[in-house]
């Protein structure tokens, strides 16, 4: 648990103390708040267990199942699938639950991976122009010799070219190489490594779920 005793004193400034040692010792309680809330999401983030896990791969297997279902399959009572759920969701572990879209099936199979060099100091600028492409699924900051990595996608070739194109308008890109994704080797997942790192302990939820059909990939 998160707690931290403020200093009653802190409301209380005397007109004895100055109107900027008052505002002073507020921005330092208000960082020390800020840092050590980070803190505690960050540990939360990464306290998976084994059931936290069973019920990822739970979800990921049965999308549309509601806590009631998701508890027959873990093996727990409903009341602990829904608090378990609640605290991935306030950790942020859980992000939603919208469902997963195929680009390719969508039409859209023609993808490509895109490095761009941007200019010095203009990582906001390429970040506003880069969300106003629809082309453009997903984009990182990285290291090394390009400072971008964009995945970008198509119903063509020739609507490839478009977004390329695209890409280069900005005028905070400098140089951008492009290579074309010829298949999917690996989908995205997560669960072998939510998996490799969930501590111990679930008890039969864990059993029941390892012991089934094997997880998938979430």
């Known amino acids: 648990m998160l707690s931290i005793a403020l200093d009653t004193r802190a409301d209380g400034c005397a007109s004895s103390v100055s109107l900027l040692a008052c505002l002073l010792y507020r921005a330092i309680f208000a960082a020390v708040l800020l840092y050590r809330l980070h803190s505690w999401r960050m540990v939360e983030k990464r306290s998976l267990d084994a059931l ?128 074309v994704a010829l298949s999917q080797l690996v989908p995205w997942r997560t669960l072998p490594l939510l998996e490799s790192e969930a501590a111990p302990g679930a008890g039969r939820s864990a059993m029941k779920q390892r012991g089934g059909s094997g997880a998938g990939s979430a």
Do not use: K, M, W
């Open 52 to 179: 936290d896990v069973a019920l990822l791969a739970a979800l990921r297997q049965h999308p549309r199942a509601g806590a009631l279902e998701l508890a027959r399959i873990t093996g727990v009572a409903r009341a602990t699938v829904s608090a378990r759920l609640q605290r991935l969701e306030d950790s942020g572990v859980v992000t939603g639950y919208g469902p997963d879209v195929d680009v390719s099936a969508a039409g859209f199979g023609v993808q490509a991976f895109v490095t761009l060099e941007i200019a010095q100091g203009a990582i906001e600028d390429v970040q506003r122009d880069l969300e106003a492409i629809p082309g453009l699924l997903e984009a990182h900051a990285t290291t090394g010799s390009g400072d971008v990595l964009c995945r970008v996608a198509a119903s063509s070739h020739e609507a490839l070219q478009q977004v390329l194109v695209d890409l280069n308008r900005s005028p905070a890109v400098v140089r951008s190489t492009s290579v």
